[in-house]
């Protein structure tokens, strides 16, 4: 088996706390929060081409291909190339998509998805970090992982934490990381079935964004709380209710922007006790925190 034939893992993660401790002059928020990397995961396949085109064969619906970060991330990754640092998939310059970056390779992509969309586990920016892994590797490029990060801070900003590969206290807009030791922990993950727009949350005049930051080594587990939790939940009384539910079982928190909640157990048999007590008209699965990401040897 080549790498060619391989798949490639693009997990999710959950936000163990996520504040907002300021606001940039752009506009762009200053975050600090915790980034978990959980056993969820979107699976990639790459197929080889040498005609310069990038194409996506499982388009996601809804989504535009030129629009999908998948496609993004793998076409910024080509035009690296138009900035002078060269891997053996910048040559002379060819059709499609990329015939202006110089190039004779491409990639037809197969994405298998998992993680659901609008629910603040980063599936989409997981997906355009494993693209950007997997065709750094594959094309040959040798670009490193602050080099990768750069890429993909152009994309999104959740996408470096994918490419840093840690689990991770993040900082800035969420750029900047520290590594803090995760407990090894199972979640019951929980999908209310409503998807919030990221951007319709932090453009809320009701969002709090004078929390008080912290240091990174004064984290610790169970600490803080997710600042968009009430603006999400005012929105959506659907993950208020599952919030409730949870917090009979411990402290539930919702991930990232929302919808998805979730709360942590010490045991895999802990979590499938409180799971087999979820009301029928609420669903959820059982989850287990990585210690890294799956491709964190290949960054």
Not at 26 to 46: C, E, K, N, P, S
Not at 205 to 216: M, S, V
Not at 244 to 251: D, M, N
Request: charged share 20%.
């Amino acid at each position: 088996m080549t790498a060619w034939d391989r798949e490639w893992l693009a997990p999710a993660k959950l936000n163990l706390f996520l504040h907002v401790v300021g606001r940039r002059a752009d506009g762009y928020h200053l975050l600090q929060t915790v980034f978990r990397f959980i056993d969820l995961a979107d699976t990639l396949r790459f197929e080889s081409r040498r005609d310069g085109r990038i194409v996506l064969a499982t388009p996601t619906a809804g989504v535009p291909p030129e629009q999908d970060l998948v496609v993004r991330a793998a076409e910024a990754l080509l035009k690296v190339g138009a900035g002078g640092m060269k891997c053996p998939a910048w040559g002379t310059a060819s059709a499609g998509a990329a015939a202006n970056m110089g190039t004779t390779s491409g990639a037809t992509i197969h994405l298998k998805k998992c993680i659901p969309m609008g629910g603040g586990l980063g599936g989409g920016s997981s997906d355009a970090a494993t693209t950007l892994i997997a065709l750094n590797h594959l094309w040959g490029c040798g670009l490193s992982r602050a080099e990768l990060q750069s890429i993909g801070l152009a994309l999104g900003a959740d996408v470096p934490i994918f490419i840093h590969g840690r689990n991770a206290f993040a900082e800035g807009v969420g750029e900047r990381f520290t590594d803090v030791a995760v407990p090894d922990s199972w979640y019951l993950l929980t999908m209310p079935g409503v998807a919030v727009p990221t951007l319709e949350i932090f453009r809320s005049p009701e969002l709090k964004r004078d929390t008080p930051a912290i240091r990174p080594a004064d984290w610790q587990p169970d600490f803080g709380h997710n600042d968009l939790e009430p603006v999400a939940c005012a929105r959506h009384p659907e993950i208020l209710r599952y919030l409730e539910w949870l917090r009979q079982h411990g402290a539930a928190r919702m991930t990232g922007s929302g919808a998805c909640c979730f709360v942590a157990f010490q045991n895999e048999a802990a979590a499938r006790a409180v799971q087999v007590s979820l009301p029928d008209n609420m669903r959820g699965q059982i989850v287990r925190g990585l210690a890294a990401h799956p491709l964190f040897a290949l960054t």
